[in-house]
């Protein structure tokens, strides 16, 4: 049974354990006084738990807070009282309910009795999540139809302890069990040896990279902090604590909630039931089915009996199989006529032939004669946002990965193509930066490793094989597909090998860009990638860090 305070909100000790497991602790590690809770409470739904609903703020402001917030330590709430809330006046405030009542009669009957989905993709909240683990932010950003930001482990370093206590989740699954002081154990001395390297590291890169004369210390330093951090997240369990910010249309909240209360995990299903606590303030209306029982609770029990039986199901056609040995990167399917198709297609909408007549026709063409339509096709791409149209989705790419969890972080954000990934385990190894070896960092690097290893197979051996997952290193690798047209692989290839890139992610696209045109052949479509950058980049940051400082000294 949930502990419930007043309107079904989680009450203070049961949200703290949701995130810290630890009882008796604030949920948000920090306090607010009366002028400060005066300040804050017109524009957020609640000041104590982790979950929140920004209101009565333009949608400028919102957004800004949340581009703040993915490279701040601060919460969202502190960053707004530091940052906006003297910039934000009496005039700025919205007001949203004019007309609720009668909007929400209206919404209630047209969805009800024309059952029109396509309503609830027009109103939509702001919201944030604070304390999300780094396997629940992966749930919470899996939609394609909403726009996140998360706490970046570039620009954050996971050096402070809210209340004595390193920044990770113990799940509530360890409760009552001998793994959970084992888990905390293993855990806190992953943070304290990632803690004691931050500042050596930074050293290793200072000596590898003195300043250039030409760069302010602020560049350097940020340069070299975001190196540094790049190299040490590898230890950072898969438990860190997380802030993600969400702009969403009720129809994309309503899938994302029944997706996560069907969730094995509990922490997934409890910020579920936080995040319907707070929409429900905000967009109450495009939220009626979620917990109905002939509805959202069917559908929740739909998702959560298939994915058991398939789990059980597959162990008995999958038992006793090694997976066999693979690249990083592995091009496993593509369309030998993708550029045949990709002209034609670009003639479409230029001709009056149907579809099939235009594709025989490019199918006879000379070489040359496809090439030149190609080309016009794609014209005078200056950057990498100049990209050619919707006949570079006739053809496409499906890539099988196999990198380290941190990679995996940012390139499944990439959400517009079709991603799946598989359980984070230690069975496929990790990934080693050399600079750890060369900075003295190894024996401490490995004994992380080796503990994570030990801690994730107790846990599987102890039929907790959920949550496991938690305790994984983000150097380890996880094993992914992703599946994409070429122009959303234009837009993936050409963004993630960018020279700011951290290593690991530049290196598993610059390889799907050699496949696309060596092993698919379609040179064509890989040499309309102009903007893939190949080089090898020492200081990823310093160059997007001088430009950042050229744009505020202009502004």
Same mark, same amino acid.
């Given at each position: ?20 497991? %630890? ?15 005066r ?10 738990? @982790? ?35 003297? *910039? ?9 309910? %004019?007309? %609720? ?59 402070? =302890? ?51 004369? *030409? ?11 975001? *190196? ?9 369990? /898969? ?18 909630l ?34 109905? @029982? ?12 298939t ?9 008995? %056609? ?5 997976p ?8 496993v ?52 946002r100049?990209k ?9 790419? =499906? ?13 499944? =954000? ?26 003295? /960092? ?21 039929t ?7 305790a994984?290193?983000?150097?380890? =690798? ?8 070429a ?32 092993e ?11 903007f ?24």
């Amino acid at each position: 049974m949930n502990q419930r305070g007043e309107e079904g909100r989680l009450t203070e000790p049961r949200a703290a354990r949701l995130l810290y497991g %630890v009882p008796n602790e604030s949920p948000s590690a920090e306090s607010f006084t009366p002028e400060e809770r005066r300040l804050l409470e017109p524009y957020f739904t609640n000041l104590d738990e @982790p979950v929140f609903a920004l209101t009565n703020l333009p949608d400028v402001v919102k957004g800004a807070l949340f581009a703040r917030y993915s490279r701040s330590a601060k919460s969202l709430r502190r960053l707004f009282l530091d940052e906006f809330a003297d *910039k934000v006046s009496d005039a700025d405030r919205q007001t949203p309910d %004019v007309g %609720v009542e009668r909007a929400e009669r209206l919404y209630t009957r047209v969805f009800h009795e024309y059952g029109d989905d396509s309503v609830a993709q027009l109103g939509g909240a702001h919201i944030a999540c604070e304390g999300a683990s780094n396997l629940l932010t992966k749930v919470l950003e899996r939609g394609r139809l909403a726009a996140y930001l998360e706490q970046s482990t570039r620009y954050v370093p996971y050096i402070d =302890r809210p209340q004595g206590h390193w920044k990770y989740l113990i799940p509530e699954e360890l409760n009552g069990t001998p793994l959970r002081a084992r888990y905390i154990r293993t855990l806190d001395r992953a943070f304290e040896i990632y803690t004691r390297w931050i500042e050596p590291m930074q050293d290793y890169y200072k000596d590898r990279h003195p300043k250039d004369p *030409k760069d302010s210390d602020g560049v350097y330093r940020a340069a070299i902090r975001a *190196k540094a951090l790049d190299t040490l997240r590898g230890l950072l369990p /898969a438990a860190t604590q997380s802030n993600v910010g969400i702009f969403g249309s009720g129809q994309a909240y309503e899938s994302l909630l029944l997706q996560m209360r069907a969730h094995p995990l509990t922490e997934m299903r409890r910020y579920a039931e936080m995040m319907l606590v707070e929409l429900r303030k905000v967009i109450p209306a495009f939220l009626t089915r979620v917990d109905l @029982p002939d509805r959202g609770v069917l559908w929740s029990d739909y998702l959560s009996t298939t994915q058991t039986d398939l789990r059980q199901t597959s162990m008995a %056609v999958l038992a006793n199989i090694d997976p066999q040995p693979r690249d990083e990167v592995s091009l496993v399917d593509f369309d030998p006529d993708g550029e045949v198709k990709v002209v034609a297609a670009a003639l479409y909408a230029v001709s009056n032939l149907p579809d099939c007549q235009l594709l025989a026709m490019a199918r006879q063409m000379p070489a040359n004669e496809r090439a030149s339509i190609l080309k016009a096709y794609i014209g005078a791409r200056t950057n990498r946002r100049h990209k050619p149209g919707r006949a570079f989705e006739r053809t496409g790419y =499906r890539f099988d990965v196999l990198t380290d969890y941190g990679a995996f972080r940012d390139l499944q =954000r990439h959400r517009l193509l079709s991603i799946e990934w598989q359980d984070l385990t230690t069975d496929h190894g990790f990934n080693e930066p050399a600079a750890i070896e060369e900075a003295g /960092a190894l024996a401490d690097w490995r004994q992380v490793m080796e503990s994570s290893v030990e801690l994730h197979e107790a846990l599987r051996k102890a039929t907790l094989g959920a949550v496991a997952p938690y305790a994984v290193a983000m150097a380890y =690798r996880i094993r992914f597909y992703m599946h994409m047209n070429a122009r959303e692989a234009m837009h993936v290839i050409e963004l993630r090998s960018a020279p700011q890139g951290h290593p690991a992610y530049r290196r598993v696209c610059q390889a799907m860009h050699r496949l696309i045109a060596e092993e698919a052949g379609h040179r064509a479509i890989a040499a309309a990638m102009r903007f893939v950058d190949h080089s090898v980049v020492d200081l990823e940051r310093l160059q997007a860090e001088r430009a950042s400082e050229k744009k505020r000294l202009q502004s």
